[in-house]
Nanobody, 115 residues
Framework: QVQLVESGGGLVQPGGSLRLSCAIS????????VDWYRQAPGKEREEERE???????????DGPDSLKGRFTISRDNAKNIVYLHMSRLEPEDTAVYYC?????WGQGTQVTVSS
């Protein structure tokens, strides 16, 4: 069984940066695809989570055009952690951020962008 634990969320001012972590156990991170999603306030259903990007087992990454240039994904194979690097944050980025892999979700970490 795969377990994912997100961390690194918090309150940040507009224009700021954050790095979220997704610590994975049960499988090596370089053997799996790991996705990041976010769920904005007022969106209650899991189906309403927005895809933020992914990192493949080979290390390549992909994401929506709307976030490219601000959001990047990397990983540390030795620590078995996948990171979501977010920059030039906007209030619209406020959401609970989740990582997902092999059908398993983490519990999420809250990111609030506000002055």
């Amino acid at each position: 069984q795969v377990q994912l634990v997100e961390s690194g969320g918090g309150l940040v001012q507009p224009g700021g940066s954050l790095r979220l972590s997704c610590a994975i156990s049960g499988r090596m991170v370089n053997s799996m695809i790991v996705d990041w999603y976010r769920q904005a306030p007022g969106k209650e259903r899991e189906e309403e989570r927005e895809w933020v990007g992914e990192i493949m087992s080979g290390g390549s990454t992909d994401g929506p055009d709307s976030l490219k240039g601000r959001f990047t994904i990397s990983r540390d194979n030795a620590k078995n952690i996948v990171y979501l690097h977010m920059s030039r944050l906007e209030p619209e980025d406020t959401a609970v951020y989740y990582c997902r892999s092999a059908g398993f979700w983490g519990q999420g970490t809250q990111v609030t962008v506000s002055s």
